[in-house]
């Protein structure tokens, strides 16, 4: 690798492939997009132009492109485990936005060949650079809201509203229980993040307002290893929508958005902080670049990448049996 910022490829150009880009070139100070890979180059061809990015739709010469170090793969989810082996294999570092994988077999050959060629490995999830979220998380090791008993958390938007049959944002089988890969997930990254491994879920997933095949409206019951509870829900017909609270023994933290935080201690009394928005996009694969640098470790963790790997699993299991409790497989 240069001594200069990694020289990244672009792997899928779609809404956040592109959105990956821009967040780069405006915010980004460690990291640099220099190719770009799409099945349709010919759709890109302004966008790659705009930002100095050779294009093409070949991956494989992209991995044998000395002038790149690293990849990053906005690309349908079954699609991520073999993305990920290949960029191993090649030398290649990976950010790869989530979730990981749609298996545990598939994540965990994934990080597995990661870790054997030396190459890192980065999941993004950007709501972990948010500042109030940040803040919770201090809270938290800090003591100041005790033992943790319960989470609730709500992702939340209009998106299946956009979604049709014909692209893979819009198939059942790339979103298993709903809006739980687009949404839901990041909440339960959170709730990992500060909660630690599930044990077992319990879900509800049902279509009732959309057109494709996903569904709309999803709700899961959490029990973590720890013995406390939560409950996570996430919708794709209905406006934009965010909030996490946390529950403890010696008081609460709520994100009534994803910019503010408000606890609250056993006496009643409330702060409340307000933090300016931020671009997570940027800080994430600065972070990332970091990480490739040897300058930093990136704050998502692979035992925690793949714990949601296994989660989503589970929950996506419960949704298919109409509910019922299902085991988390820990890998």
Same mark, same amino acid.
């Given at each position: 690798? =240069?001594?200069?910022?990694?020289?990244?490829?672009?792997?899928?150009?779609?809404?956040?492939?592109? %959105?990956?880009?821009?967040?780069?070139?405006?915010?980004?100070?460690?990291?640099?997009?220099?190719?770009?890979?799409?099945?349709?180059?010919?759709?890109?061809?302004?966008? @790659?132009?705009?930002?100095?990015?050779?294009?093409?739709? &070949?991956?494989?010469?992209?991995?044998?492109?000395?002038?790149? &170090?690293?990849?990053?793969? +906005?690309?349908?989810?079954?699609?991520?485990?073999?993305?990920?082996?290949?960029? +191993?294999?090649?030398?290649?570092?990976?950010?790869?936005?989530?979730?990981?994988?749609?298996?545990?077999?598939?994540?965990?050959? $994934?990080? $597995?060949? %990661?870790?054997?060629?030396?190459?890192?490995?980065?999941?993004? /999830?950007?709501?972990? /650079?948010?500042?109030?979220?940040?803040?919770?998380?201090? #809270?938290?090791?800090?003591?100041?809201?005790?033992?943790?008993?319960?989470?609730?958390?709500?992702? =939340?938007?209009?998106?299946?509203?956009?979604?049709?049959?014909?692209?893979?944002? *819009?198939?059942?089988?790339?979103?298993?229980?709903?809006?739980?890969?687009?949404?839901?997930?990041?909440?339960? &990254?959170?709730?990992?993040?500060?909660? *630690?491994?599930?044990?077992?879920? +319990?879900?509800?997933?049902?279509?009732?307002?959309? =057109?494709?095949?996903?569904? &709309?409206?999803?709700?899961?019951?959490?029990? /973590? %290893?720890?013995?406390?509870?939560?409950?996570?829900?996430?919708?794709?017909?209905?406006?934009? /929508?965010?909030?996490?609270?946390?529950? *403890?023994?010696? *008081?609460?933290?709520?994100?009534?958005?994803?910019?503010?935080?408000?606890? @609250?201690?056993?006496?009643?009394?409330?702060?409340?902080?307000?933090?300016?928005?931020?671009?997570?996009? #940027?800080?994430?694969?600065?972070?990332?670049?970091?990480?490739?640098?040897?300058?930093?470790?990136?704050?998502?963790?692979?035992?925690?990448?793949?714990?949601?790997? %296994?989660?989503?699993?589970?929950?996506?299991?419960?949704?298919?049996?109409?509910?019922?409790?299902?085991?988390?497989?820990?890998?």
């Amino acid at each position: 690798m =240069s001594s200069d910022r990694p020289r990244v490829g672009i792997v899928g150009l779609g809404r956040w492939g592109q %959105a990956l880009v821009s967040a780069a070139a405006s915010h980004a100070k460690e990291l640099r997009f220099t190719h770009a890979i799409t099945r349709t180059p010919a759709k890109a061809e302004d966008f @790659c132009k705009l930002h100095g990015l050779a294009l093409s739709d &070949d991956y494989e010469a992209l991995l044998a492109d000395p002038e790149v &170090d690293a990849v990053v793969l +906005a690309t349908p989810h079954s699609q991520h485990g073999g993305q990920i082996r290949a960029a +191993a294999a090649a030398g290649k570092h990976v950010f790869v936005e989530e979730p990981l994988a749609l298996t545990i077999a598939d994540a965990a050959t $994934a990080v $597995a060949a %990661a870790e054997e060629a030396g190459a890192v490995l980065a999941v993004g /999830f950007n709501r972990r /650079f948010l500042p109030a979220f940040q803040a919770l998380a201090g #809270a938290h090791d800090a003591g100041t809201l005790g033992r943790l008993l319960h989470a609730e958390g709500n992702f =939340s938007g209009p998106f299946g509203f956009h979604y049709t049959r014909t692209i893979w944002r *819009g198939a059942a089988g790339e979103n298993p229980a709903g809006g739980m890969a687009a949404m839901g997930i990041h909440v339960l &990254d959170a709730m990992l993040s500060l909660m *630690g491994p599930v044990r077992r879920v +319990a879900t509800v997933s049902r279509r009732l307002a959309v =057109s494709s095949d996903v569904d &709309d409206t999803t709700t899961v019951t959490l029990e /973590f %290893a720890s013995g406390a509870t939560g409950q996570l829900s996430t919708l794709m017909a209905t406006a934009s /929508f965010w909030r996490l609270h946390l529950f *403890g023994s010696k *008081g609460w933290g709520q994100m009534p958005d994803q910019n503010q935080l408000i606890l @609250c201690d056993l006496a009643g009394e409330q702060s409340a902080e307000s933090f300016e928005a931020v671009d997570t996009l #940027a800080l994430e694969l600065d972070a990332f670049a970091a990480a490739v640098r040897g300058r930093g470790t990136y704050p998502v963790t692979l035992q925690q990448a793949l714990m949601g790997v %296994a989660t989503m699993v589970a929950i996506s299991e419960s949704a298919d049996e109409g509910g019922t409790w299902k085991e988390v497989r820990i890998p």
